[in-house]
Every structure is written in structure tokens, then in C-alpha cells.
């Protein structure tokens, strides 16, 4: 059970996919303007890292690694990710239109998205099995939406804040978004 534990607070505080890997910036500077959008992205990206981790660790450790054929792990998990977040965008689309119509471009992206990528292949490459795997899917993706909901909120606070101009948009968004990294490094060694 301590392993687990350690494996859960790791992926979410000290090896955050975003804070610390710096995996998957696309959407959490696309879609952190708002809270709600953030949330949302959030959920879809935990589903998605959860199923495609699972998927991902079956297919590596009762296909690939019998057959010896370890080289088509990052194909197999491409085509097995892509297909999971075509399930989440059609399931949005008929029950959850207004989050659909929120993400917009970056629900799609999420099959290119390289922290749920990442998480597959650091699972392979951390001899996770089949349920240590899946617990670092759902713990990474928990992670990523804890700093796309951190950010978020900050990123709300700054539009009302009093910012210079030419530090207005993306780069007061960047400064903030190292300033919340910077403070994620304070849990390194946190588990060691």
C-alpha cells in the first residue's frame, strides 16, 4: 500500500507531468483562462491518462513484451490513445455540448497532449504493472488538472490585476506559470 501511496503523491506533487516534466503546456496555457474550461480539460485528460494507461500497460505486458516486439510500444500506444479521446469527444459532444464547445480545438489535442503519452511510456519504463500503471495514469492526470486549476485561478487574478502592458497576455501567463512551478519544486525529495 506504501508503494502506491508513494506513487500517487509523486506523480501529483513532485514529478507533476506540467510543473515538473513540463508535459503537456499546450493545453494547460490554452485552456487555463478560465476556471470551468480548466476543470473540464482536467476531467478529460484524468479519464483519458486513467483508460489509456490501463490500455496501454495490457497491451505492453500481455502483447508486445511476450511477442518480443517491445519496438511498437509508441506506435500502440499512439493508436490506443487516439482512439480513447475519440471516445471522450463524442461522449462531450451528446452529453456535455457547452464543455464541448468550451475546449474547443484543445479536446482533439489531447491525443497529441505528450503528458498522456509521457505517463505510458514512464509506466513501461518504470516496470509499473497493469494496476501500478493505471494508479499512475489516474495520479498524473490528478496532478495535471491540479496545475491547470492552480493556474487557472492565477491566470484569472492576473486579468484583473494591474499588469503593464507589454507583460499583458501570454507573457505575464508565462511568468506566473513559472512562478507556480518554481513552487511545485519545493516538494522535491518530499518522497525520496
Given at each position: 500500500m506504501t508503494e502506491y501511496?508513494?506513487?500517487i503523491m509523486s506523480a501529483i506533487l513532485v514529478d507533476n507531468f506540467v510543473l515538473s516534466k513540463f508535459l503537456g503546456i499546450?493545453?494547460?496555457l490554452g485552456v487555463s483562462k478560465k476556471l470551468e474550461t480548466a476543470a473540464g480539460m482536467g476531467g478529460a485528460v484524468i479519464f483519458v491518462m486513467t483508460l489509456a494507461s490501463l490500455a496501454t500497460a495490457a497491451l505492453y505486458q500481455f502483447i508486445l513484451a511476450?511477442?518480443?516486439m517491445e519496438y511498437l510500444q509508441t506506435l500502440g500506444f499512439i493508436l490506443v490513445i487516439a482512439a480513447l479521446v475519440q471516445f471522450v469527444e463524442i461522449v462531450l459532444k451528446k452529453m456535455v455540448p457547452p464543455?464541448?464547445?468550451a475546449l474547443g480545438i484543445y479536446l482533439p489535442l489531447i491525443t497529441t497532449n505528450c503528458a498522456v503519452l509521457g505517463a505510458a511510456l514512464l509506466?513501461?519504463?518504470n516496470e509499473y504493472d497493469v494496476l501500478k500503471s493505471t494508479v499512475y495514469g489516474f495520479a498524473a492526470g490528478v496532478g495535471f488538472t491540479l496545475a491547470l486549476v492552480l493556474f487557472s485561478g492565477v491566470r484569472e487574478k492576473i486579468e484583473m490585476a494591474d499588469v503593464p502592458?507589454?507583460?499583458k497576455g501570454i507573457p505575464a501567463a508565462l511568468l506566473a506559470a513559472a512562478l507556480v512551478s518554481v513552487s511545485f519544486f519545493g516538494f522535491q525529495?518530499?518522497?525520496a
Open positions: 501511496f508513494l506513487i499546450c493545453p494547460f511476450p511477442l518480443g464543455l464541448y464547445q509506466a513501461v519504463t502592458d507589454s507583460l525529495g518530499l518522497f
